[in-house]
């Protein structure tokens, strides 16, 4: 933290914010591909004994902010059970994101997910869904900036190694969704349902994107860039990104049963590694 001036100013201020346990930075900052102008993704963890006072974390950000008017902070549990609650800020002109987390929930779902069990969720700003497992992903890729009780480094240990029952369960779920999806897409072609052909292809290429990391030992937190990411994996499929691009290069010029095609052959090759 001491090389970055601005996690030097605002961690010591979050920290003492009653009920805020530990600190993470998540992200591409905590993965160290980040560029200069990224966000700051900030998990902030609470023990369900001592929730995180919302109230008072609105108090302290207000002396950071460069415009405490334009400073969002929410109490917890009103971004949904997956989300849970957080901040948008801007300070120093660099945007800082919060999200709340109880310690004890991601503590029960990394252990659903060490044992094969994941499940999805509807949530704005996931279009595939919230996947379980984005809560173990979090936890293993962070970058702990405060954490004085052990919190986070007592759940980060129990997610490595990635476990093979959850690899198992991902694959499981997502790949079957594949094909399926590109069926549905396919009925809708001689109705020209762009929307839903489109819709279905998304879904087929998010599926695409979980069995890939799942093969791979990767947590997959979040669908912004995955199927990049997964084109430069040890498993893989040939040439993914040039055939990703091909996909929407084809639907865009309304060549509907060209661009399934190509889905076709992806998931018939994902099918043979997986």
């Known amino acids: 933290m001491s090389h970055d001036p601005l996690l030097a100013r605002i961690i010591p201020v979050f920290a003492a914010v009653p009920g805020v346990a530990a600190i993470a930075l998540g992200g591409s900052r905590a993965r160290g591909t980040a560029h200069e102008t990224s966000d700051y993704d900030l998990g902030l963890y609470y023990r369900d004994a001592a929730a995180l006072d919302a109230d008072r974390l609105r108090m302290a950000v207000t002396g950071l902010v460069d415009d405490p008017a334009a400073a969002h902070v929410t109490p917890v549990g009103e971004w949904g ?15 800082v994101d ?11 779902v990394i252990d659903a997910c060490r044992n094969g069990e994941v499940s999805m969720h509807y949530q704005p700003g996931h279009p595939h869904g919230f996947c379980s497992a984005i809560w173990m992903g979090e936890i293993a890729l ?68 979980q069995v890939l990391f799942a093969l791979n030992g990767q947590y997959l937190i979040n669908e912004k860039g995955a199927l990049a990411q997964a084109a430069n994996f040890p498993v893989t499929v040939r040439d993914l990104a040039a055939r990703v691009a091909e996909v929407w290069r084809q639907i865009g010029a309304a ?12 998931e018939s090759e994902l099918r043979k590694i997986s």
């Not at 059970?81 to 002109?93: D, N, T, Y």
């Not at 198992?168 to 052909?197: C, K, M, S, Y």
């Open 81 to 95: 059970p997956w989300i849970v609650g957080g901040a948008w800020l801007v300070i120093g002109g660099r945007k």
């Open 98 to 108: 919060l999200l709340y987390r109880s310690a004890e929930q991601v503590t029960t």
């Open 142 to 209: 962070c970058r702990v900036l405060h954490d004085p009780g052990g919190l986070i480094a007592a759940i980060k240990a129990s997610t490595a190694p990635y476990p093979p029952a959850l690899r198992d369960a991902l694959v499981r779920r997502f790949q079957w969704e594949i094909l399926f999806a590109i069926e549905n897409a396919e009925l809708a072609v001689p109705r020209g349902d762009t929307t839903h052909i489109a819709g279905c292809a998304y879904r087929a290429l998010a599926c695409v994107a």
């Open 255 to 266: 060549e509907y049963a060209a661009a399934l095609r190509t889905l076709r052959m992806l």
